[in-house]
């Protein structure tokens, strides 16, 4: 070979491997993220997550939204994740029992004053960072723990006092702390999808459901209840699930940002759903539906027969994960209380 080809050759492959490198540097990772609901505070969380990722990883990942289970149904996203073909989703995380019963430690009733009381708790380390990491051996890793909101009742009756709970079917998670708890009340705690809530309510199979003023008020509740009691005996958290293959193809770098963003976030959506609830208690009000709270001397009782069910269900739970982590939550829900 001549020098001048040599020379050329040499040019081209230089050229060629430079071209690689800018392709490779360009090149965007995908990150599809689903949930449950709509317009609430977390499809705002979702929102501005893929928005400031996509920022900080200079469009290296560049994330898309699906609301209202558009990749699926809930047990569907959550194999996904698992799989690999999803890299995140959002939900409370008592949807991922099935991948680690002790996800469902977090919606201890009966603990927390009030919303930012049941935020702090849930944020000190020695239990978050536990926590969010129950789904590894199963492919999940988490990046945030925040408060959407606490529990309320939709009925299809008023409910203004314990009594008027006796003898009614209300729709619960499938979890036992939940049944459980509607139990204390006199009532039965039926498991039924959230999506499926509204026809079951129209078809009559329960008379009310134990969930978020807000989700339940966007998810059109008030089409087919119209009384609202406001207990807040619990908080329903959230948490951010992602595909730890997906984790796995980022850089360190993009790594860290996706779950430090996921973090951050975390604090800000607590905020910005508390800041929710004002809000759609006037939108229940303005279907004509009634709101109401408990008697303080009823709300008290209430919450006092809630409290032991956490020690009988976490507390005293064969499993010693579970058992390890209430502890430390009860602990720091004590320690967190600043009334």
Request: with cysteine; hydrophobic share 40%.
């Amino acid at each position: 070979m001549s020098f001048r080809l040599r020379k050329y050759a040499l040019a081209s492959i230089a050229a060629a491997a430079s071209l690689g490198v800018t392709s490779m540097a360009s090149a965007q990772i995908d990150m599809k993220i689903g949930y449950p609901t709509t317009a609430d505070p977390q499809h705002d969380y979702a929102v501005k997550f893929v928005a400031e990722v996509n920022k900080r990883t200079n469009g290296r990942v560049k994330g898309r939204v699906f609301p209202t289970s558009q990749l699926g149904k809930i047990p569907r996203q959550i194999e996904a994740i698992q799989l690999g073909t999803q890299e995140g989703f959002f939900a409370p995380p008592g949807f991922l029992q099935g991948v680690n019963k002790a996800f469902q430690v977090a919606d201890v009733p009966g603990f927390f004053a009030d919303h930012a009381h049941a935020h702090r708790t849930l944020n000190v380390p020695r239990f978050k960072n536990p926590f969010n990491s129950l789904g590894v051996d199963k492919g999940i890793l988490s990046g945030s723990l925040w408060v959407y909101d606490g529990a309320s009742y939709m009925a299809t009756k008023p409910i203004a006092k314990l009594a008027d709970f006796k003898g009614l079917k209300i729709r619960v998670l499938a979890t036992e702390i939940e049944r459980k708890g509607v139990a204390t009340l006199g009532a039965t705690g039926v498991p039924i999808p959230f999506t499926s809530v509204v026809p079951s309510l129209q078809r009559k199979v329960v008379d009310g459901a134990r969930t978020s003023l807000v989700v339940a008020a966007k998810a059109k509740f008030p089409t087919v209840t119209k009384h609202l009691t406001i207990t807040n005996d619990y908080y329903i958290p959230c948490i951010s699930a992602f595909s730890i293959k997906f984790l796995d193809k980022l850089s360190k770098e993009d790594r860290a940002t996706v779950l430090k963003v996921s973090d951050e976030l975390g604090h800000w959506a607590s905020a910005r759903s508390q800041s929710f609830v004002d809000k759609m208690i006037v939108e229940w009000k303005k279907t004509g539906a009634t709101v109401s709270y408990l008697p303080p001397e009823e709300q008290k009782l209430h919450m006092s027969r809630l409290a032991p069910l956490a020690d009988e269900v976490f507390g005293k739970n064969k499993n010693p994960t579970i058992r390890k982590l209430y502890a430390v939550l009860k602990e720091e829900a004590q320690r967190m209380d600043v009334r």
